[in-house]
């Protein structure tokens, strides 16, 4: 041992347990602190309710003395009548739940050390962001049932309005406008219906799970749930303070959610252009170029795409972010305000979905022409000859093949084959005629008779698009009912619990009790 070191304490792992004695870095200051403080605003009304029922539960339990939680609560109460604009969140001194630590204190002393009892600060605010995405599930089911509703209401309307279906951007077989937007109202019922189930998991209660295995305080996790407003606890507490699948969850949802929309407005913009002229996009909904006088842009089209590009983008982030061992903070600290933005992002984007389809001019007669001038009945042509003429469907489809890319030569149309160019096909192919020279094949070529054969469970014939159509309708009703019964729910239970808090701190309670 040297003479520079003897006397000297060893050096030990102890030394460095204990919270910090020097201030945050300037740096923590400017990435960390700013970053949580940035999310204040999304988390400041869910953190008031949080501490509120906490101490309210902490005084029913005889935890806090009655007049330090009168102080605390009457404190917690003019917080929440401050917007987050106004509250002195402050990076300097650390996280949004430091920075309420410090004005608490600055305003009622050492009484505002009862918010710890029994609970670490990730506690409240895993409640707030839970609050808060509630809230915003909510509102993306009801904004999802609208623009579900708005598709099958426009379809009904569109049963009889015949265009050509298309894959890969090819006439592919006659159908209507109506069929077609249905298929974009089922993905977004069942992405609505995903919302209902990841909202049963947002309304589930973290309160009163301690740190990792609970607290000898809170035997009873009930009282904080039920103040609240949540359906029930999350029953493991470690689980409850680190769960993340189903932030994940409703992250994915949403990212499919606006990926349909996303699918519809790439077809709308090609279908908006003056080479197919199919739909007319509202000019409330339009843009026009600064240079170009004759432009008329889709200028929504593209927030709608842009935004589901976003969405998926911030789930891969969030999957990134999560992916580490467990019970890291890293895992929350980013959710607290990727989460939430990206939910107000899938909702803007959905009421403007359904703006869009709302006002959309639908161009009837340049859907029918160009229905006409293609072979989109080139299938059924095909099934008609392998039953009339006794041939398999590869040899029937091969001939009509053939006559197709004759007539196409020609300059001719689907409604313009007939039975003579049908032999001629099929003695290129195979040796001899069918058949077919001077059967009326007019029926067979109409694509509105062809439309209407389509009656099984799903097709495109009217009358099923419109019972279709009715369905989708109603089940877009009872989810948005459902919506606006949950909403109810919490404002309901946030109203009480204001009023105990409020009743407690003037000392009504006590009033009410004489």
């Known amino acids: 041992m040297t003479g520079d070191t003897e006397g000297s304490p060893p050096v030990t792992a102890g030394h460095r347990l204990g919270p ?21 605003p999304l988390l400041h009304a869910g953190l008031n309710r949080a501490d509120l029922a906490h101490v309210l539960d902490l005084r029913a339990r005889g935890v806090v003395p009655e007049e330090p939680a009168r102080r605390l609560l009457a404190l917690l109460l003019e917080a929440d009548r401050t ?28 009484d505002a050390g009862w918010l710890h009892a029994g609970r670490p600060r990730r506690e409240a ?19 999802g049932a609208a623009l579900a509703e708005t598709l099958a209401e426009t379809a009904a309307e569109h049963s009889r ?27 977004v019922l069942r992405d609505v219906r995903r919302l209902v189930d990841a909202l049963a998991w947002i309304n589930s209660s973290p309160g009163g799970a301690g740190c990792v295995n609970g607290s000898r305080l809170l035997d009873d996790r009930g009282p904080v749930a039920q103040m609240l407003g949540f359906d029930s606890v999350i029953e493991h507490t470690r689980d409850a303070m680190w769960q993340t699948d189903g932030l994940v969850d409703v992250l994915a949802v949403a990212a499919s959610l606006v990926g349909t929309q996303s699918k519809l407005a790439e077809d709308l913009e090609i279908w908006a252009s003056s080479e197919f002229d199919y739909v007319t996009l509202a000019d409330g909904f339009s843009r026009s170029s600064v240079l170009m006088p004759q432009k008329r842009n889709p200028y929504a089209l593209s927030i709608i795409r842009g935004a589901s590009g976003t969405l998926i983008g911030r789930v891969s982030g969030f999957l990134a972010v999560v992916k580490s061992p467990s019970a890291r903070s890293d895992n929350l600290i980013y959710a607290y305000g990727e989460v939430p933005r990206a939910l107000d992002l899938a909702l803007r984007t959905t009421r403007l979905t359904g ?27 095909a099934e008609y000859v392998m039953q009339t003429c006794d041939v398999d469907y590869r040899t029937a489809y091969q001939v009509v093949g053939v006559a197709v890319r004759r007539a196409n030569a020609a300059g001719l149309r689907g409604i313009d084959l007939d039975g003579a160019m ?15 020279t001077g059967r009326d094949l007019v029926e067979i070529l ?57 009743a407690f701190a003037s000392g009504a309670d006590q009033e009410d009790s004489r």
């Open 355 to 381: 703006g869009v389809a709302r006002t959309l001019q639908v161009n009837t007669a340049r859907m029918w022409t160009a229905l006409e001038s293609g072979f989109c009945q080139a299938t059924d042509l």
């Open 422 to 436: 049908l032999d001629a096909a099929a003695r290129e192919y195979t040796g001899r005629p069918i058949g077919l």
């Open 125 to 143: 605010v895993r409640i707030a962001l839970r609050l808060h995405l509630r809230t915003q599930v909510v509102d993306l089911i009801e904004a």
């Open 83 to 110: 917007t987050p604009e106004e509250f002195p969140y402050d990076p300097a001194f650390g996280e949004p739940y430091n920075s309420r630590e410090r004005h608490f204190i600055s305003q009622i002393g050492d």
């Open 20 to 40: 910090p004695q020097e201030g945050p870095a300037p740096e923590l200051v400017d990435s960390g602190f700013h970053l949580e403080n940035a999310d204040a």
């Open 446 to 502: 109409d694509p509105r008779h062809i439309v209407a054969t389509r009656t099984a469970a799903g097709g495109a014939a009217p009358p099923v698009v419109e019972g279709m159509a009715a369905s989708c309708r109603e089940q877009a009703r009872e989810l948005r009912d459902l919506a606006l019964d949950r909403r109810e729910g919490f404002q309901a239970a946030d109203r009480r619990l204001l009023e105990t808090a409020e």
């Open 161 to 187: 309005t015949w265009m050509p279906d298309q894959t890969y951007l090819q006439h592919a077989q006659p159908s209507t406008y109506g069929h077609y937007l249905l298929s974009f109202a089922y993905p």
